[in-house]
């Protein structure tokens, strides 16, 4: 049982690139859940979506940052216009169902993006 | 509570003694609480959760306690062994999302 893939594990790009970032769910599991790790710090939570639906998008940027989760394929985390300080480890995470008491998130290995 | 600061705190303990990692929380509307253990280059891994109507649990070599009366949690590892040597965090349920702690870096000696 594969559990939450990400790819790629490592990305470079200059500034005013565009960054995708794809996260496959643990089989089973219908949501996603994007956050943001700063160095030495906790993770942040950035966006929470179902097939074809975004739940909650309260932690990400208004600009630049968007996420999809169609009904076929996995899940993408695009940042636009890339920027120095958007370089961090992006993780995905997917649970079963979405009670944030009953139901575990559990992570892939993360893409580490860096902005040159 | 929200991760803050550059420096994480640091745990040293030596193999084979027991460890306790501390987190405080800032909600006490939260009802659910879990602990991540990452270690280099890698994703959570999620240890054990505790919902807040229970104030202990426990799993293979380790346990968690809750003290909701002063937003306490705290993770107990027993046995402490080199494999053990990771960032901790604890995360508290906030609606869909989890809220993680800064995290406290275990070092175990040999």
């Known amino acids: 049982n594969a559990g939450v893939m990400q790819n790629p594990r490592h990305l470079v790009r200059r500034r005013g690139q565009e960054a995708r970032l794809r996260c496959s769910p643990m089989k089973g599991h219908s949501h996603v859940y994007w956050y943001r790790q700063l160095p030495e710090e906790g993770l942040k939570f950035m966006v929470y979506?179902?097939?074809?639906?975004?739940?909650?998008e309260s932690g990400m940027p208004k600009e630049r940052f968007s996420a999809e989760f169609p009904k076929e394929g996995p899940s993408i985390l695009r940042i636009q216009q890339v920027v120095r300080g958007d370089s961090a480890a992006y993780f995905c995470?997917?649970?079963?169902?979405?009670?944030?008491?009953?139901?575990?998130?559990?992570f892939g290995p993360g893409t580490r993006l860096l902005v040159l | 509570g929200e991760s803050v600061g550059l420096h994480l705190p640091t745990l040293s303990v030596q193999e084979g003694d027991n460890s306790i990692i501390n987190c405080a929380y800032s909600n006490s509307a939260s009802d659910y609480f879990i602990w991540y253990k990452q270690e280099s280059g890698k994703g959570p891994q999620f240890i054990i959760d505790i919902r807040s109507n229970m104030d202990k649990r426990q799993g293979q070599r380790v346990t968690v306690l809750l003290n909701k009366t002063v937003k306490h949690l705290s993770l107990q590892i027993a046995a402490t062994q080199p494999g053990d040597s990771a960032v901790y965090f604890c995360a508290e349920g906030d609606g869909n999302k989890l809220v993680f702690g800064a995290g406290t870096i275990l070092r175990v000696k040999s």
């Open positions: 979506l179902q097939k074809e639906n975004i739940i909650d």
């Open positions: 995470a997917s649970s079963p169902g979405s009670a944030i008491s009953r139901e575990t998130q559990y």
